[in-house]
């Protein structure tokens, strides 16, 4: 929603004050809303990273994409903007500027070594069918002479807190008297309980 339609405020001043006027204009509010609402979502889909589902299948239809079962929007909309606006010959400087946009700004890390026909590539990658992607990357822009070797690390945080309680409790019987003598113990348990957290780096090649 773009904006809240209010169609009295653009009647005259003198004219808003009638309750019939104020009544019509209310039932016309929200067929106006969703004009206006459908509007931007016209707008949106016309461009890959604001579209919505039934804007990125249009991109797809374009490119000749299949989505697969367990994609999502945003790894639709990934997929796109690594395949539109192919660039040849396809450079180095070409293939890392195809990096960027799949990865998205995450870091990512290329260790080359052309004197042996080598190239180790380290991503981040964590939305359904990037990896997938990526292996397309590999398949229509680097050389078939090129030996290259892609790992893809994901690193899931993990945070939570440890609660420490105690508690006391006192209690003492006095007795006046010049004969009575005996001693009191007070008896009581205390439990202390505990948990972990654990971390782990998921690698898949």
């Known amino acids: 929603m773009i904006r809240d339609v209010n169609l009295i405020q653009y009647l005259p001043l003198f004219i808003q004050e009638y309750r019939e006027i104020q009544q019509i204009m209310d039932a016309e509010n929200p067929e106006f809303?969703?004009?206006?609402?459908?509007?931007?979502?016209?707008?949106?889909?016309?461009?890959?990273?604001?579209?919505?589902?039934?804007?990125?299948?249009?991109?797809?239809?374009?490119?000749?994409?299949n989505t697969l079962a367990d994609d999502t929007l945003e790894s639709r909309i990934s997929r796109v903007l690594t395949r539109w606006n192919?660039?040849?010959?396809?450079?180095?400087?070409?293939?890392?500027?195809?990096m960027i946009i799949l990865c998205n700004g995450i870091n990512f890390t290329v260790n080359?070594?052309?004197?042996?026909?080598?190239?180790?590539?380290?991503?981040?990658?964590?939305?359904?069918?990037?990896?997938?992607?990526?292996?397309?990357?590999?398949g229509f822009m680097i050389p078939g002479n090129l030996e290259i070797t892609s790992s893809n690390e994901i690193y899931c945080n993990s945070f939570g807190f440890g609660i420490?309680?105690?508690?006391?409790?006192?209690?003492?019987?006095?007795?006046?008297?010049?004969?009575?003598k005996a001693e009191f113990n007070i008896q009581g348990s205390s439990i202390i309980g505990g948990g972990y957290i654990g971390t782990a780096q998921v690698t898949t090649y």
């Open 33 to 65: 809303q969703m004009a206006a609402d459908e509007s931007e979502i016209i707008k949106n889909n016309q461009f890959i990273e604001t579209s919505n589902l039934i804007g990125i299948a249009k991109f797809e239809s374009i490119l000749n994409i």
């Open 86 to 98: 192919d660039v040849v010959p396809y450079t180095y400087t070409a293939f890392i500027q195809k």
């Open 112 to 138: 080359k070594n052309f004197n042996e026909y080598k190239m180790e590539i380290i991503t981040h990658l964590e939305l359904p069918g990037q990896v997938d992607e990526l292996q397309y990357l590999f």
């Open 164 to 180: 420490i309680a105690a508690g006391m409790a006192f209690c003492e019987l006095f007795e006046l008297s010049d004969s009575f």
